[in-house]
Structures are given as C-alpha cells and as structure tokens.
C-alpha cells in the first residue's frame, strides 16, 4: 500500500544538537513533499515545502529538507536545535498534483535545555 | 493573518450521543478536508471537499458519521451515535491550488476539535 513513513517516533536531543528526522514515501510520479509542526497546544503548521527546484529546500526556524528522489526520502534537518524546537514533526506527500495530502505518523522532538 | 476557525475546541460526550464539529476555512479556500487524528498518529483523511462537492470520503464510516458544506464554505461534521473509538482530534483544513497565489497548494490548518467519549 503507498504510504508515508516516519521511523523515528521518539527523539530526544540536548541544546545545540543536530537534528535528522527521516521521511520516506512510497508513491511513484510528481509528489510535493512537506513538513508541518505542531508545537504543544497549538495547531499543525508549515515548516516548508518543496514542489519543484533545488532539492535542498529551506524553511523557517533554521530547518532544511532534502528531497533525494532514487531513495523515496525528504529527511527534515536542523544543525543546531532549541529547547522551543520541541513538538512533533509530521511529514506530508501530496501526490501528482491531486490534491491529496497524506502524512506520516510523526515524530516527537523533546529538546532537552 | 487569515485562519480556518474551528468549533468547539474540546467537546465530551456520552456513547450514543450526537456531536457536531465546524469549520470555517479560509476565505478563497475552495478544498476543505476533515482529518481524524488519534492520540500518536498522524493526520488521516476522513473527507474532501471541493466546493461544495465531496470529492472523497472513502474513509468516512458512513453508518455514523456525515459531513456537508452547503454553499461551499463553512462545513459541518456530524457523528451519530458517538463511540468511544471517535475519541480523537478532529482537524479541518483547507487549501488552493490557483498556482502562484501565496500558499498555494499547501494545507492551512485549524485548531481542531479534541473529542473524548465516555
């Protein structure tokens, strides 16, 4: 069945480590790939977005997602994290244009200070 | 900065009863979605609109839930009789896909609606 797939369900980091949550998909043709946010108590936000270009794609906050085709992958990064980075990370494939968007299972950040 | 509105924020309720969540999205939004998601889950598609038309409620449990947007804004999903497996979040999003318009094809999402059945 096509799917997203977040391996990591749990992760826990101190200040200042680097960040790499993976997120691979299974759907073939033109996907446009994204990673949302959810901060506690708050509501499911874009982090970034990558539709087409530079597969290296940058977004608020710090974080970058490379989008390597020949591995199905869009891992999220982050060089340097915060305790204000922890919430739980979701990644999202809309696939060929469909407007359809479908998500992985999360991942949950805990940034120790 | 413009939101999809979302009511009620929390809402508990007996097995059997009825409930009802909103959604208002974002105005200009023509695509509206209601996802369920489950305590340490990711978001899942319970149904689409576009307009005011669904266009996929294959996960929808037609036996007790429906949802309806009239005149293709504001939107309405309903639950009768309640379970206590629909304990979840309810989220409503909305999006468009008119290329070149700032967030273009990419979800806004509300607060949601946390329902707990007892």
């Known amino acids: 069945a096509q799917s997203v797939s977040q391996h990591n369900h749990h992760v826990i980091l101190s200040e200042a480590a680097s960040l790499e949550l993976g997120c691979n998909y299974s759907y073939g043709g033109t996907v446009n790939l994204f990673w949302y946010v959810q901060y506690p108590g708050q509501h499911l936000q874009l982090l970034l977005k990558?539709?087409?270009?530079?597969?290296l794609v940058k977004g608020i906050k710090g974080f970058e997602a490379e989008f390597i085709k020949s591995k199905f992958s869009f891992n999220l990064r982050k060089p340097s994290v915060q305790w204000s980075d922890t919430a739980e990370y979701f990644c999202a494939v809309n696939p060929n244009n469909f407007n359809k968007f479908y998500f992985g299972s999360g991942t949950k950040l805990n940034v120790k200070p | 900065e413009a939101e999809v509105a979302q009511s009620p924020r929390y809402k508990i309720t007996e097995k059997s009863q009825a409930v009802a969540f909103w959604c208002d999205p974002i105005s200009g939004h023509a695509t509206l979605y209601w996802y369920r998601q489950i305590l340490g889950q990711g978001p899942e598609l319970l149904v689409q609109f576009q307009d005011e038309s669904v266009v996929d409620d294959s996960q929808l449990p037609k036996d007790r839930f429906s949802a309806e947007r009239l005149k293709g804004v504001d939107s309405t999903l309903k639950i009768q009789p309640a379970e206590l497996g629909d304990s979840a979040m309810y989220l409503c999003?909305?999006?468009?896909?008119?290329?070149?318009?700032?967030?273009?094809?990419?979800?806004?999402f509300g607060e949601g609606s946390r329902l707990t059945v007892l």
């Open positions: 990558y539709f087409s270009g530079d597969p």
């Open positions: 999003a909305s999006s468009q896909m008119v290329l070149a318009s700032p967030g273009a094809g990419e979800l806004f």
